[in-house]
């Protein structure tokens, strides 16, 4: 561990109404291209896609998904890089893991509607690259 990840809460969070709308089927439903997945790369995923489309949501009752210091290093990585862009690169914000985590359940939050959107509506016509990099 370093010292930023020692100033990061111990567990990254969903709000349990969005978890059990959108998160559980994804990954529940065998017709589901996230079915049996892990949770938190679904939250992830969710994360990515509510940043593309600048959605957040607040967490009102949280849910733990999964704990910070599990997480392998490209997810810490996403994390930080999400945080400094919505800081307008603002370094210090990288110090407040309180902050950081804020922001990316907000975005996993605000992702997760659409994500089961285009799953259990495009179904198979669903492509992650073109839902993250290609411009609507």
């Known amino acids: 561990m370093n010292i930023i990840d020692d100033n990061y809460p111990q567990f990254i969070k969903i709000d349990r109404e969005i978890k059990e709308k959108y998160l559980d089927p994804l990954i529940n439903t065998p017709s589901s291209q996230f079915y049996k997945r892990e949770q938190g790369e679904v939250y992830f995923i969710a994360a ?3 940043f593309n489309n600048k959605i957040q949501q607040k967490t009102s009752k949280n849910f733990d998904v999964r704990t910070y210091n599990g997480l392998k290093d490209q997810y810490k990585l996403f994390i930080r890089i999400i945080a ?3 800081s307008k690169f603002d ?3 990288l110090k407040d893991g309180s902050k950081v985590l804020k922001i990316i359940e907000q975005y996993a939050n605000g992702g997760m509607a659409i994500l089961y959107d285009k799953i259990f509506s495009s179904g198979a016509d669903f492509s992650l690259e073109d839902e ?3 411009k609507h």
């Open 48 to 50: 990515a896609i509510g």
């Open 84 to 86: 400094l862009t919505e």
């Open 91 to 93: 370094y210090g914000i």
């Open 132 to 134: 993250l990099f290609v």
